[in-house]
């Protein structure tokens, strides 16, 4: 897959593995979580440069989750941008 540079920064490979512990690697729902991992999250606009539609559900399956938090971080645009946090279990 080309990386479109709109998107932001592709995800790290830290992202990546923990992207993996919540989605079947390789698959949409992995790359979409792992950019949701970035430091700065991602908006639907972004997810919209890669793959020409918003991918919503699996982060709202993931809202409910034990494994992370989901926050909306500020963006000073109109757009949401959504972060995700693993939870550390002790």
């Not at 992202?15 to 430091?39: C, F, Y």
Request: glycine content about 8%; cysteine-free; aromatic content about 4%.
């Amino acid at each position: 897959m080309q990386w479109n540079h709109g998107a932001g920064k592709p995800p790290s490979q830290k992202a990546l593995r923990e992207a993996a512990n919540l989605a079947a690697l390789g698959s949409k729902t992995h790359l979409v979580i792992a950019m949701a991992l970035r430091p700065n999250g991602l908006t639907q606009q972004e997810v919209i440069m890669l793959f020409g539609h918003p991918y919503r559900n699996k982060l709202r399956q993931l809202a409910g989750s034990p494994k992370v938090e989901v926050v909306m971080l500020p963006d000073g645009t109109r757009s949401k941008r959504i972060k995700l946090i693993p939870k550390t279990h002790d």
